[in-house]
């Protein structure tokens, strides 16, 4: 199999479309594979992604794609008639695979909200014969009720009892993403009711895992004359993991591919015969475009599709270029996964930022590494594989083609979590690293322990005093044995000499700042309030020495580890800008000049 990646218009919009292809036995049957929403999208990708391949491995070409205003497609969520802009890419999508591959039917399958537009661009008449719809609402405010629902758990993560600034954009906030008023209300008043169009259809109805399905979707499906089956569509909560522990749905695929491929009469009339399609289907084919022209309101970028080919993987990436008669800077900004999330970046985050620098004349790569995003790599890429050497020697590798193949010289490197890991790291070893930013480090060298003791101290910390104690004693636990659990996990803490364990390497540290220091990179520490990592810095004596004059450390206040709520976004967009405009100072020659920090954050420098 073979993966093909390409831009495709749909309206105004440019959408980004990965195609997986098989090498033989070739099916006129098509599969759009129709993207959920947001933090289900994020965590989804990777499982969907194999999805894709398993379909393609079965003979059916399937496409991916990002709907308008998310992930790497143009557009936001601010933009007027989103939610039309979506049903719209459904048809677009599935004329696309056809123009690429030469399939002549194609099947939709939606996960959540692409469940909803797949069955509502079907229902108006868009070309699509199958449909296999899991974890589908019968009406938008169904799905309004879960998603806030997950809004409201999600901002335990940074709610401390203090008030927090107002939201500075009306609106749903998501897990990190917008949904603008209107678009809320075409959700809200969006019901999947009387389906006059889905006649001669066949639909399948996945549920989530046990989850029964919504009972007014199959009674609307029913009377709409389609033949409708229903199964359990195992792994659904697997699959929406976080995203280095989603699972793809390997038995639902296979639910899936037999499906598809069971013969219905009306169906086999419509295809071509199987010889005519493998000899025929590749000269049919259109070729895919692998730049597109983003309008960012009031300015034009271009981004490309950039792979590096290496011989046994392919790291992918998006190239971000300022139009035409734009000075270009000499340097380029590299925006490192955060986790395993894909390459778009927390939120959203690293899209919007390289085209913002893009329209100053500054390029970028946004990459996925091995085993993230659209890379090649193992399917569940787990915790401990984000904090190997190889990372970092995979950036250096990008740098190394974008040398050769971009002509730049100077880096900086963004990263958030694991890729201020590997941005800290790259900043050590290569003195091409001009620049970098870590936002929310976790730690700095790999210890597959330190969670664990972060988080039994976090919990004896909770158990300060006697009051505390005498509670757990009168619940049933003997006294002793609480005092004996007790001075056990304190033991824990201490080195088999007696010293208190350290969670940062000192010896380790003082290498790291001391190479940085020789390679006169400009390091900036983001943390918001509550990481660990910077406490234990304090604690342990391991914040950047006086010797280190370009390391800073910058603290906000509790926005979530991945900055979700909106005003931290905000908060994080400004302080990127203002370090890049340090970056783009000093490598103009220029004196440095202190630059304004937002109210939120508090500079130590």
Same mark, same amino acid.
């Given at each position: 199999m073979n993966t093909r990646h390409g831009w495709f218009h749909?309206?105004?919009?440019?959408?980004?479309?990965?195609?997986?292809?098989?090498?033989?036995?070739?099916?006129?049957?098509?599969?759009?594979?129709?993207?959920?929403?947001?933090?289900?999208?994020?965590?989804?990708?990777?499982?969907?992604?194999?999805?894709?391949?398993?379909?393609?491995?079965?003979?059916?070409?399937?496409?991916?794609?990002?709907?308008?205003?998310?992930?790497?497609?143009?557009?936001?969520?601010?933009?007027?008639?989103?939610?039309?802009?979506?049903?719209?890419?459904?048809?677009?999508?599935?004329?696309?695979?056809?123009?690429?591959?030469?399939?002549?039917?194609?099947?939709?399958?939606?996960?959540?909200?692409?469940?909803? /537009?797949?069955?509502?661009?079907?229902?108006?008449?868009?070309?699509?014969?199958?449909?296999?719809?899991?974890?589908?609402?019968?009406?938008?405010?169904?799905?309004?009720?879960?998603?806030?629902?997950?809004?409201?758990?999600?901002?335990?993560?940074?709610?401390?009892?203090?008030?927090?600034?107002?939201?500075?954009?009306?609106?749903?906030?998501?897990?990190?993403?917008?949904?603008?008023?209107?678009?809320?209300?075409?959700?809200?008043?969006?019901?999947?009711?009387?389906?006059?169009?889905?006649?001669?259809?066949?639909?399948?109805?996945?549920?989530?895992?046990?989850?029964?399905?919504?009972?007014?979707?199959?009674?609307?499906?029913?009377?709409?004359?389609?033949?409708?089956?229903?199964?359990?569509?195992?792994?659904?909560?697997?699959?929406?993991?976080?995203?280095?522990?989603?699972?793809?749905?390997?038995?639902?695929?296979?639910?899936?591919?037999?499906?598809?491929?069971?013969?219905?009469?009306?169906?086999?009339?419509?295809?071509?015969?199987?010889?005519?399609?493998?000899?025929?289907?590749?000269?049919?084919?259109?070729?895919?475009?692998?730049?597109?022209?983003?309008?960012?309101?009031?300015?034009?970028?271009?981004?490309?599709?950039?792979?590096?080919?290496?011989?046994?993987?392919?790291?992918?990436?998006?190239?971000?270029?300022?139009?035409?008669?734009?000075?270009?800077?000499?340097?380029?900004? /590299?925006? /490192?996964?955060?986790?395993?999330?894909?390459?778009?970046?927390?939120?959203?985050?690293?899209?919007?930022?390289?085209?913002?620098?893009?329209?100053?004349?500054?390029?970028?790569?946004?990459?996925?590494?091995?085993?993230?995003?659209?890379?090649?790599?193992?399917?569940?890429?787990?915790?401990?594989?984000?904090?190997?050497?190889?990372?970092?020697?995979?950036?250096?590798?990008?740098?190394?083609?974008?040398?050769?193949?971009?002509?730049?010289?100077?880096?900086?490197?963004?990263?958030?979590?694991?890729?201020?890991?590997?941005?800290?790291?790259?900043?050590?070893?290569?003195?091409?690293?001009?620049?970098?930013?870590?936002?929310?480090?976790?730690?700095?060298?790999?210890?597959?322990?330190?969670?664990?003791?972060?988080?039994?101290?976090?919990?004896?910390?909770?158990?300060?005093?006697?009051?505390?104690?005498?509670?757990?004693?009168?619940?049933?636990?003997?006294?002793?044995?609480?005092?004996?659990?007790?001075?056990?996990? /304190?033991?824990?803490?201490?080195?088999?000499?007696?010293?208190?364990?350290?969670?940062?390497?000192?010896?380790?540290?003082?290498?790291?700042?001391?190479?940085?220091?020789?390679?006169?990179?400009?390091?900036?520490?983001?943390?918001?309030?509550?990481?660990?990592?910077?406490?234990?810095?304090?604690?342990?004596?391991?914040?950047?020495?006086?010797?280190?004059?370009?390391?800073?450390?910058?603290?906000?206040?509790?926005?979530?580890?991945?900055?979700?709520?909106?005003?931290?976004?905000?908060?994080?967009?400004?302080?990127?800008?203002?370090?890049?405009?340090?970056?783009?100072?000093?490598?103009?020659?220029?004196?440095?000049?202190?630059?304004?920090?937002?109210?939120?954050?508090i500079a130590e420098r």
């Amino acid at each position: 199999m073979n993966t093909r990646h390409g831009w495709f218009h749909s309206g105004p919009y440019s959408l980004i479309g990965h195609i997986d292809l098989p090498e033989t036995q070739w099916q006129s049957l098509g599969a759009l594979i129709v993207p959920p929403f947001g933090w289900e999208d994020i965590s989804s990708y990777r499982p969907l992604r194999f999805l894709g391949k398993a379909l393609a491995a079965s003979g059916i070409p399937a496409l991916r794609f990002d709907l308008p205003g998310t992930a790497d497609s143009s557009g936001s969520a601010l933009d007027g008639g989103l939610f039309e802009a979506w049903i719209q890419s459904v048809w677009d999508a599935a004329a696309e695979l056809r123009a690429v591959t030469g399939v002549v039917d194609v099947a939709a399958v939606g996960i959540r909200l692409g469940a909803m /537009l797949a069955v509502s661009a079907a229902d108006r008449g868009a070309n699509l014969q199958d449909l296999v719809l899991w974890g589908a609402a019968a009406s938008g405010r169904a799905m309004l009720r879960e998603l806030r629902a997950f809004g409201n758990l999600e901002r335990i993560e940074y709610a401390n009892g203090e008030s927090v600034p107002e939201q500075p954009i009306p609106g749903l906030e998501i897990g990190g993403f917008l949904i603008a008023p209107e678009t809320q209300n075409a959700l809200e008043t969006y019901e999947l009711t009387a389906l006059s169009g889905m006649r001669g259809r066949r639909a399948l109805l996945l549920t989530r895992d046990e989850l029964a399905p919504d009972a007014n979707l199959i009674g609307a499906l029913q009377s709409s004359e389609c033949t409708l089956e229903i199964e359990t569509g195992s792994g659904y909560a697997a699959m929406m993991g976080l995203p280095h522990e989603a699972v793809p749905p390997a038995a639902t695929a296979h639910l899936i591919v037999e499906f598809l491929k069971k013969e219905l009469p009306q169906k086999r009339e419509r295809q071509l015969r199987q010889e005519e399609l493998a000899t025929g289907l590749m000269q049919r084919s259109k070729a895919q475009s692998t730049t597109a022209v983003i309008d960012t309101g009031g300015a034009q970028v271009s981004e490309t599709i950039y792979t590096i080919q290496q011989p046994d993987h392919s790291l992918f990436g998006i190239l971000s270029e300022p139009g035409p008669r734009v000075d270009l800077a000499e340097w380029c900004i /590299l925006f /490192l996964n955060a986790g395993a999330v894909r390459h778009t970046g927390p939120n959203r985050m690293w899209v919007e930022a390289a085209r913002r620098w893009a329209k100053q004349g500054v390029r970028s790569l946004r990459l996925d590494l091995g085993g993230i995003g659209e890379s090649d790599g193992e399917e569940i890429i787990g915790t401990e594989s984000l904090y190997q050497d190889r990372m970092v020697d995979q950036v250096e590798m990008a740098m190394d083609s974008l040398r050769s193949r971009v002509g730049v010289q100077r880096f900086v490197a963004i990263g958030l979590c694991s890729g201020a890991f590997w941005a800290f790291h790259a900043a050590v070893r290569n003195r091409d690293i001009c620049a970098a930013i870590l936002l929310n480090p976790r730690l700095f060298f790999w210890d597959p322990e330190v969670d664990r003791r972060r988080l039994l101290r976090r919990t004896l910390n909770r158990v300060t005093n006697w009051r505390d104690w005498s509670r757990l004693a009168q619940g049933g636990v003997p006294f002793e044995k609480v005092k004996q659990v007790g001075r056990i996990a /304190l033991g824990k803490f201490q080195t088999p000499d007696g010293s208190r364990h350290l969670q940062i390497q000192p010896e380790a540290m003082a290498r790291a700042w001391a190479a940085i220091e020789r390679n006169q990179s400009r390091v900036t520490l983001i943390f918001t309030e509550g990481e660990p990592l910077v406490r234990e810095m304090e604690e342990e004596g391991q914040m950047p020495p006086p010797s280190c004059s370009r390391v800073g450390c910058i603290r906000v206040g509790n926005g979530g580890h991945t900055f979700r709520p909106l005003w931290a976004q905000q908060l994080a967009h400004e302080l990127i800008d203002n370090e890049l405009r340090e970056v783009q100072r000093e490598l103009r020659g220029t004196p440095i000049m202190k630059t304004g920090k937002s109210d939120a954050a508090i500079a130590e420098r």
